[in-house]
T-cell receptor, first 112, second 112 residues
């Protein structure tokens, strides 16, 4: 039972364009959603999060959108840079300080 | 640098053996989480400790156990190892704020 799904294993975009990474979830009890970025041979690095009471959170080039009715969130990266090339994981949590449930990840490749 | 330290980085062992993975959380973080990432999979939650006490359990095998010591470092013990236990094992720590967890670089376990 996969509660968090990232249906696109990979995404390729041109430098300077927008990258949109998608994530779907099934558990309506999730109250925090997070995006992590992972380079090879490193641990996941926290990128941005959003509470279930909001529908948008922005931090520099990164914006996360949450559509609760569709149980869908997305991460927008504008403009995309070659250094953004990494695996991006969507994660969700149903309790304060609780475990994170991760999606399978989407490998983003930003081409110069 | 996330501030979470995991040792060793790599571990190669044989089936049937027992290993111990170590994690030092960020200074001040009381919660420690262990996750397993098998090939091409997302991170799967194993177990959480909070200030020395077990807080939550995920899909952790009976052959696996963990503990958190008074200095807050944690150890994950894997015994009677099988080929299928080969994976990346990540430790994360948190203060609980916005459910953000900070990850170590992981321990890559290879069971031959």
């Amino acid at each position: 039972d996969q509660q968090v799904k990232q249906n696109s294993p990979s995404l390729s975009v041109q430098e300077g364009r927008i990258s949109i990474l998608n994530c779907d979830y099934t558990n309506s009890m999730f109250d925090y959603f997070l995006w992590y970025k992972k380079y090879p041979a490193e641990g996941p690095t926290f990128l941005i999060s959003i509470s279930s009471i909001k529908d948008k959170n922005e931090d520099g080039r990164f914006t996360v959108f949450l559509n609760k009715s569709a149980k869908h969130l997305s991460l927008h990266i504008v403009p995309s840079q070659p250094g953004d090339s990494a695996v991006y994981f969507c994660a969700a949590s149903a309790s304060q300080g609780g475990k994170l449930i991760f999606g399978q990840g989407t490998e983003l490749s930003v081409k110069p | 640098d996330s501030g979470v330290t995991q040792t060793p980085k790599h571990l190669i062992t044989a089936t049937g053996q027992r290993v111990t993975l170590r994690c030092s959380p960020r200074s001040g973080d009381l919660s420690v989480y262990w996750y397993q990432q098998s090939l091409d999979q997302g991170l799967q939650f194993l177990i959480q400790y909070y200030n020395g006490e077990e807080r939550a359990k995920g899909n952790i095998l009976e052959r696996f156990s963990a503990q958190q010591f008074p200095d807050l470092h944690s150890e994950l013990n894997l015994s009677s190892l099988e080929l299928g236990d080969s994976a990346l094992y990540f430790c994360a720590s948190s203060r609980g704020e916005k459910n953000i967890q900070y990850f170590g670089a992981g321990t890559r376990l290879s069971v031959l």
